[in-house]
């Protein structure tokens, strides 16, 4: 079925999530009766194949252990107008889906993130102080750094567009790919948005997989690892002016002994600094030939995106036409 002209597909990443996974079918379908629901069974040791094909979805079985891995295979291998991706817990509010295709239709958005809103009642349970400090702190880190104006970065429920699913490069493995997804709108300078939407606890039998310390440091390196890549000038502009800094630091008393005395008293010391302001000089021109070939990356990502055509949206279903 299609849903205002568009085919809908809801794509769930799941990792022994037996407990929820029936939950978050049936939900959706009731809140979208047009979706076309798959389920992504990354390894699982449990039963979720089982239960997913029981309730109706399409189920693909993807060996390599990470949510990034499963991304890559999501937007491989479904064919849609609209991508959904949302958690396999049953944390996300399923209501909340009509608003996001609605939005990213209305809008011509490539990709619209469910910005998690928690009931102060059970935000300890749903959504702990830690991870909500992390989740900003990380946040604030890529807007500073790449631009734009998210508010939740790490939630793994979203919207994309067909130009958005096919243009991405899904680099990543982990649970970092959230960054990755966010940093390839902004560098693409691609339209995006965000809802807020009720976030839960997961049901009670439920584990979370994620490891605070572990994916935050793997998140953190990646930020650090995107703006290597993605803004070659600015690091190795930066590298070079702190070498090239301490070069003429250094070299400052030799200087001054020199012009007084007419000899250089500490050979070594001006070797030292010759070499740093050599290699100041080095990383300037690796940014400078890096920049050039992010650009040239960038412009083939670009035209990649614009290859694919944009939807002819209907009305919505309440509305007429004027």
Not at 74 to 99: H, I, K, L
Not at 138 to 162: E, H, I, K, N, P
Request: include cysteine.
């Amino acid at each position: 079925m299609l849903y205002r002209g568009q085919r809908i597909a809801l794509t769930v990443p799941c990792y022994n999530e037996e407990v929820a996974i029936g939950s978050v079918i049936r939900e959706f379908r009731a809140a979208m009766p047009e979706l076309e629901i798959y389920v992504f069974d990354n390894n699982s040791s449990d039963k979720t194949a089982e239960v997913a094909k029981a309730e109706g979805a399409s189920v693909i079985f993807v060996p390599l252990k990470g949510k990034g891995n499963v991304v890559r295979r999501m937007f491989a291998d479904v064919e849609a107008d609209v991508y959904v991706m949302v958690d396999g817990d049953a944390t996300y509010d399923a209501r909340s889906v009509v608003r996001l295709v609605d939005k990213l239709l209305d809008e011509r958005l490539d990709m619209v993130v469910g910005c998690r809103k928690v009931d102060m009642s059970t935000a300890g349970q749903a959504y702990r102080n830690g991870h909500q400090w992390g989740n900003r702190m990380l946040t604030q880190s890529v807007v500073r750094t790449f631009g734009g104006g998210f508010t939740d970065m790490l939630s793994g429920y979203r919207a994309f567009s067909r130009r958005y699913a096919k243009s991405f490069p899904a680099l990543s493995q982990g649970f970092e790919t959230e960054t990755e997804l966010t940093v390839h709108a902004l560098e693409l300078r691609m339209p995006y948005g965000e809802i807020m939407t009720p976030y839960g606890a997961r049901p009670e039998g439920s584990v979370s997989k994620l490891s605070t310390y572990r994916d935050g440091w793997r998140i953190l390196t990646t930020i650090g690892r995107l703006y290597v890549s993605e803004r070659p000038l600015a690091f190795f502009g930066i590298c070079a002016a702190v070498l090239a800094a301490v070069s003429v630091l250094i070299s400052l008393p030799l200087l001054d002994e020199y012009l007084r005395a007419g000899v250089v008293p500490r050979l070594p010391t001006a070797i030292l600094s010759a070499s740093m302001m050599v290699s100041a000089l080095l990383a300037f021109s690796c940014g400078l030939i890096l920049d050039n070939v992010t650009r040239g990356r960038h412009e083939m990502k670009r035209l990649s995106y614009l290859a694919i055509p944009a939807p002819s949206v209907q009305d919505r279903p309440h509305e007429n036409p004027s």
